[in-house]
């Protein structure tokens, strides 16, 4: 409904009675009054709206039909400029506006604007809950990566080094979320939220009259909160740049905050699109994984002591050694348990599935650990016996790679290259 429509309805409640006509008339006065206000900033025009409308045939009644317009279109107090009044954006009104999304696409670009360093794909449930998060990483420190979060299980796929490794704990399903929240559009607004609320983070509001400029959101970190687990970084601060007319979160421009006090420009998540469904395969890194990969499984079970060998007094080649040594004379007599264990607490079932088909005869030998670059850690080059198909063979595998038990430094396992 137009607004004079609208002011016509309160004449007829109110039981003024007059023509059509007059009802144009008085009305059109008034809006061309207030549109000429609205046209100049200076409070000192703005006693100019009584005298157009005092001049005319009309006073009282258009009068009226002013003091009618006041209430509706919210003219500020007197001595103020007056403007049609709009809701002050809050946080809540993104919150809501990004309900029912479920795929979102966003690029990460260098301060420069122009290199692509990372790219992001969130899926979301129909629970709104995060379903799948993948992230390319692209010359990320001299590698390219690939980092996909699936059902509860991460996957780290470098593609230079051509490793796989798998998590499956609760740290590193965190560590996706946590990605998930600050940079997926559809959360970022929330977890300030939420952070601000525990003292963790404070946010200003910039909101421009201009309606073609975005609305600022900005969270600024205290220092140590902004990563998990790395207490020791500094300030950050997330400025989100919030669309006007649709309430959504259109970039994320992050920031370091300095001990100088001024700030470094990080780079800019954009929003690539919204709503257009992702590839089925997206999430699958299956299809790109290249036979040469070594998988690298991480098992996080609650006792340390059910994961690799305690290195105590070993030196680093001594623990290796030892390791390897350990592994295969477990393998040979059917104790996967101990295998198992190993390998970085696998269960016993799984090591036997896994293992189970080696037909494991004797070590025939191990020879020095050396530093292995892909993956990072050592490898024991060895020759072990086997019977296949009958037939009694030696068999080199390309490993067995040995390093230290994932978040447990003092422990050590084969990784992979069996």
């Not at 899926?123 to 990483?137: A, C, L, Q």
């Not at 220092?223 to 006007?244: A, I, M, R, W």
Request: with cysteine.
């Amino acid at each position: 409904m137009r607004p004079t429509e609208k002011i016509k309805k309160l004449f007829v409640k109110s039981n003024v009675t007059v023509s059509s006509e007059l009802d144009d008339k008085i009305i059109n006065d008034a809006f061309q009054a207030f549109e000429n206000s609205r046209k100049t900033k200076s409070a000192a025009l703005q006693p100019n709206i009584w005298r157009i409308i005092m001049k005319s045939r009309i006073t009282k009644l258009a009068a009226a039909a002013v003091i009618i317009i006041a209430v509706l279109i919210g003219i500020s107090h007197l001595g103020g400029p007056i403007d049609i009044a709009t809701p002050a954006y809050g946080l809540e009104q993104t919150i809501q506006a990004g309900r029912g999304i479920r795929y979102l696409h966003l690029k990460y670009f260098a301060p420069s604007g122009e290199n692509v360093l990372k790219e992001a794909w969130i899926e979301h449930g129909e629970d709104e809950e995060v379903k799948n998060v993948r992230v390319n990483y692209y010359g990320w420190g001299g590698h390219d990566m690939v980092q996909v979060w699936r059902e509860g299980k991460t996957l780290h796929l470098n593609k230079t080094k051509e490793t796989l490794n798998s998590f499956e704990c609760e740290v590193q399903t965190a560590k996706m979320l946590k990605f998930a929240s600050r940079y997926d559009p559809k959360q970022a607004v929330k977890l300030l939220y939420e952070l601000e609320k525990k003292g963790e983070v404070k946010i200003e509001i910039e909101e421009p009259s201009d309606e073609a400029e975005p609305i600022l959101v900005k969270g600024t970190y205290l220092p140590g909160t902004y990563c998990l687990e790395n207490p020791t970084l500094p300030g950050f601060q997330d400025v989100l740049y919030v669309d006007q007319a649709t309430k959504l979160v259109t970039a994320i421009q992050i920031y370091e905050l300095m001990e100088d006090g001024e700030s470094k420009d990080c780079g800019i998540w954009k929003c690539v699109d919204y709503r257009e469904p992702l590839k089925p395969d997206i999430f699958n890194l299956e299809e790109e994984i290249s036979s040469e990969v070594i998988r690298i499984e991480h098992y996080t079970g609650a006792d340390v002591n059910d994961q690799g060998l305690e290195q105590g007094a070993y030196t680093n080649q001594q623990v290796a050694f030892i390791v390897v040594q350990e592994f295969f004379n477990a393998l040979i007599d059917d104790d996967y348990a101990k295998a198992g264990r190993l390998f970085g607490g696998m269960a016993a079932d799984e090591a036997e599935e896994r293992f189970g088909d080696l037909n494991i005869l004797r070590i025939v030998s191990i020879g020095e650990p050396v530093k292995s670059e892909k993956p990072s850690g050592l490898r024991v080059p060895c020759t072990i016996e086997i019977e296949s198909d009958g037939k009694i063979i030696e068999w080199q595998p390309k490993g067995p790679y040995v390093r230290q038990v994932y978040r447990h430094a003092g422990h050590w396992r084969i990784i992979g290259g069996i």
